[in-house]
Protein backbone atom coordinates (compact mmCIF):
# COMPACT_ATOMS: atom_id res chain seq x y z
CA UNK A 1 0.00 0.00 0.00
CA UNK A 2 1.24 3.22 -1.15
CA UNK A 3 -0.14 4.87 2.14
CA UNK A 4 1.54 3.18 4.81
CA UNK A 5 4.16 5.17 5.95
CA UNK A 6 1.70 7.47 6.48
CA UNK A 7 -0.46 5.68 8.94
CA UNK A 8 2.55 3.45 10.35
CA UNK A 9 -0.30 2.36 13.59
CA UNK A 10 -2.75 0.74 10.99
CA UNK A 11 -2.28 -2.66 9.73
CA UNK A 12 -3.51 -2.73 6.33
CA UNK A 13 -4.63 -6.43 6.37
CA UNK A 14 -6.28 -5.97 9.65
CA UNK A 15 -8.50 -2.88 7.93
CA UNK A 16 -8.97 -5.09 4.71
CA UNK A 17 -10.23 -7.72 6.39
CA UNK A 18 -12.55 -5.24 9.21
CA UNK A 19 -14.08 -3.49 5.73
CA UNK A 20 -14.61 -7.21 4.08
CA UNK A 21 -16.47 -8.37 7.15
CA UNK A 22 -18.46 -5.26 7.39
CA UNK A 23 -19.73 -5.13 3.62
CA UNK A 24 -20.26 -8.69 2.61
CA UNK A 25 -22.51 -9.04 6.02
CA UNK A 26 -24.76 -5.79 5.34
CA UNK A 27 -27.94 -7.52 7.25
CA UNK A 28 -30.98 -5.06 7.74
CA UNK A 29 -34.60 -5.54 9.47
CA UNK A 30 -37.48 -4.58 7.41
CA UNK A 31 -40.53 -5.01 9.96
CA UNK A 32 -40.72 -8.25 10.82
CA UNK A 33 -37.76 -9.68 8.56
CA UNK A 34 -34.11 -9.75 8.37
CA UNK A 35 -32.68 -9.13 4.87
CA UNK A 36 -28.79 -8.99 3.66
CA UNK A 37 -27.76 -6.50 0.88
CA UNK A 38 -25.59 -8.06 -1.20
CA UNK A 39 -24.94 -4.88 -3.67
CA UNK A 40 -23.62 -1.83 -2.49
CA UNK A 41 -23.14 -0.57 1.25
CA UNK A 42 -25.96 -0.24 3.88
CA UNK A 43 -27.16 3.12 4.70
CA UNK A 44 -26.00 3.79 8.43
CA UNK A 45 -22.91 1.43 8.30
CA UNK A 46 -20.54 3.49 10.11
CA UNK A 47 -17.58 3.09 7.89
CA UNK A 48 -19.89 3.66 4.85
CA UNK A 49 -19.28 7.78 4.06
CA UNK A 50 -15.50 7.16 4.20
CA UNK A 51 -16.21 3.93 2.13
CA UNK A 52 -18.05 6.02 -0.26
CA UNK A 53 -16.10 8.80 -0.34
CA UNK A 54 -12.83 6.91 -1.35
CA UNK A 55 -14.86 4.56 -3.62
CA UNK A 56 -15.70 7.46 -6.40
CA UNK A 57 -12.49 9.12 -5.41
CA UNK A 58 -10.67 6.58 -7.65
CA UNK A 59 -12.89 7.49 -10.42
CA UNK A 60 -12.90 11.29 -10.11
CA UNK A 61 -8.80 10.84 -10.02
CA UNK A 62 -9.22 9.85 -13.58
CA UNK A 63 -12.42 12.09 -14.60
CA UNK A 64 -12.18 15.27 -13.70
CA UNK A 65 -8.85 15.90 -15.45
CA UNK A 66 -10.51 14.75 -18.66
CA UNK A 67 -12.94 17.15 -18.01
CA UNK A 68 -10.23 20.66 -17.10
CA UNK A 69 -11.52 22.48 -20.09
CA UNK A 70 -15.40 22.45 -19.06
CA UNK A 71 -14.97 22.46 -15.43
CA UNK A 72 -13.39 25.82 -13.31
CA UNK A 73 -14.19 24.08 -9.73
CA UNK A 74 -15.24 21.10 -8.77
CA UNK A 75 -15.69 19.65 -5.17
CA UNK A 76 -17.49 16.33 -3.66
CA UNK A 77 -18.76 15.84 -0.01
CA UNK A 78 -19.74 12.44 -0.04
CA UNK A 79 -22.81 12.16 -2.51
CA UNK A 80 -23.34 15.55 -2.97
CA UNK A 81 -21.51 17.33 -5.70
CA UNK A 82 -20.79 21.04 -6.94
CA UNK A 83 -18.78 22.56 -10.11
CA UNK A 84 -18.70 25.75 -11.88
CA UNK A 85 -18.93 24.56 -15.51
CA UNK A 86 -17.51 26.80 -18.38
CA UNK A 87 -19.99 26.90 -21.16
CA UNK A 88 -18.84 26.39 -24.93
CA UNK A 89 -20.27 29.01 -27.49
CA UNK A 90 -22.07 26.86 -29.32
CA UNK A 91 -24.78 25.88 -27.39
CA UNK A 92 -25.75 22.57 -29.13
CA UNK A 93 -21.88 21.62 -29.18
CA UNK A 94 -22.31 22.80 -25.35
CA UNK A 95 -25.49 20.44 -24.51
CA UNK A 96 -23.17 17.27 -26.01
CA UNK A 97 -20.50 18.22 -23.81
CA UNK A 98 -22.81 18.29 -20.51
CA UNK A 99 -24.57 15.01 -21.47
CA UNK A 100 -21.43 13.39 -22.00
CA UNK A 101 -19.89 14.54 -18.67
CA UNK A 102 -23.04 13.23 -17.06
CA UNK A 103 -22.41 9.72 -18.79
CA UNK A 104 -19.09 9.77 -17.57
CA UNK A 105 -19.99 10.42 -14.04
CA UNK A 106 -22.57 7.33 -14.13
CA UNK A 107 -19.95 5.53 -15.72
CA UNK A 108 -18.44 4.21 -12.81
CA UNK A 109 -19.60 0.73 -11.87
CA UNK A 110 -23.93 1.05 -10.80
CA UNK A 111 -23.56 4.10 -9.41
CA UNK A 112 -26.13 6.65 -10.53
CA UNK A 113 -26.11 10.32 -9.98
CA UNK A 114 -28.64 13.38 -10.68
CA UNK A 115 -27.54 15.50 -12.95
CA UNK A 116 -28.78 18.97 -13.12
CA UNK A 117 -28.42 20.75 -15.90
CA UNK A 118 -26.17 24.78 -15.44
CA UNK A 119 -27.72 26.88 -14.03
CA UNK A 120 -27.27 30.25 -11.93
CA UNK A 121 -28.47 28.94 -8.88
CA UNK A 122 -28.25 25.68 -6.93
CA UNK A 123 -28.64 24.12 -4.06
CA UNK A 124 -25.94 22.41 -2.05
CA UNK A 125 -25.81 20.83 1.07
CA UNK A 126 -27.57 23.71 3.20
CA UNK A 127 -27.11 26.71 1.37
CA UNK A 128 -28.45 27.85 -2.10
CA UNK A 129 -26.17 29.58 -3.65
CA UNK A 130 -27.09 31.84 -6.68
CA UNK A 131 -25.34 34.12 -8.93
CA UNK A 132 -27.54 37.40 -9.00
CA UNK A 133 -26.03 41.10 -11.12
CA UNK A 134 -22.43 39.23 -11.08
CA UNK A 135 -22.19 38.34 -7.36
CA UNK A 136 -22.28 35.42 -5.28
CA UNK A 137 -25.50 35.45 -3.46
CA UNK A 138 -26.52 32.55 -0.51
CA UNK A 139 -29.00 31.57 1.48
CA UNK A 140 -29.86 28.58 3.72
CA UNK A 141 -31.19 25.73 1.90
CA UNK A 142 -33.95 23.25 4.14
CA UNK A 143 -35.30 20.19 2.49
CA UNK A 144 -39.08 19.58 2.17
CA UNK A 145 -39.14 16.52 4.18
CA UNK A 146 -37.06 18.32 6.80
CA UNK A 147 -39.36 18.05 10.16
CA UNK A 148 -36.94 20.28 12.42
CA UNK A 149 -37.07 17.87 15.50
CA UNK A 150 -34.91 19.51 17.61
CA UNK A 151 -34.91 18.58 21.14
CA UNK A 152 -37.63 19.45 23.46
CA UNK A 153 -37.20 21.99 26.51
CA UNK A 154 -38.62 19.10 28.67
CA UNK A 155 -35.53 16.26 27.86
CA UNK A 156 -33.29 15.23 30.08
CA UNK A 157 -30.04 16.85 28.47
CA UNK A 158 -28.07 19.31 30.15
CA UNK A 159 -29.05 23.20 29.52
CA UNK A 160 -25.96 23.97 27.70
CA UNK A 161 -27.29 21.41 24.82
CA UNK A 162 -30.40 24.19 24.78
CA UNK A 163 -28.54 27.32 24.69
CA UNK A 164 -25.75 25.86 22.50
CA UNK A 165 -28.58 24.86 19.69
CA UNK A 166 -30.01 27.81 19.79
CA UNK A 167 -27.02 29.73 19.54
CA UNK A 168 -25.49 27.31 17.22
CA UNK A 169 -28.36 27.35 14.73
CA UNK A 170 -28.59 31.66 14.69
CA UNK A 171 -24.50 31.74 13.80
CA UNK A 172 -25.56 29.41 11.45
CA UNK A 173 -28.16 31.11 9.62
CA UNK A 174 -25.89 34.39 10.04
CA UNK A 175 -23.15 33.29 8.54
CA UNK A 176 -25.19 31.37 5.55
CA UNK A 177 -27.40 33.84 4.69
CA UNK A 178 -25.59 36.87 2.82
CA UNK A 179 -28.25 39.44 3.29
CA UNK A 180 -29.30 41.00 6.74
CA UNK A 181 -33.39 40.63 6.10
CA UNK A 182 -33.07 36.93 4.97
CA UNK A 183 -31.11 36.23 8.25
CA UNK A 184 -33.57 37.76 10.08
CA UNK A 185 -36.47 36.16 8.65
CA UNK A 186 -35.23 32.32 8.93
CA UNK A 187 -33.98 33.10 12.55
CA UNK A 188 -37.65 33.96 13.41
CA UNK A 189 -38.80 30.63 11.47
CA UNK A 190 -36.18 28.97 13.37
CA UNK A 191 -37.84 30.58 16.78
CA UNK A 192 -41.41 29.60 15.66
CA UNK A 193 -40.24 25.76 14.93
CA UNK A 194 -38.53 25.44 18.37
CA UNK A 195 -41.47 26.98 20.01
CA UNK A 196 -43.66 24.72 18.16
CA UNK A 197 -41.92 21.77 19.51
Avoid at 59 to 80: A, Q
Avoid at 168 to 174: A, E, S, T
Wanted: aromatic letters at 14%.
Amino acid sequence: MENRDEFPHLDPDAVREALHLVFENNIFALGDTYWRQISGTAMGTPPAPAWATIFYALHEKEMVPRWSSNIMFYKRFIDDVIGIWLTDPDPIKDQELWNAFCEDMDSWHDMKWDCNKPTTSVDFMDLTITIENDRIVTTLFEKDLNLYLYIPPFSSHPRGVFTGTISGQILRIRRLCTYKSDADSRIKEFFSRLLAR
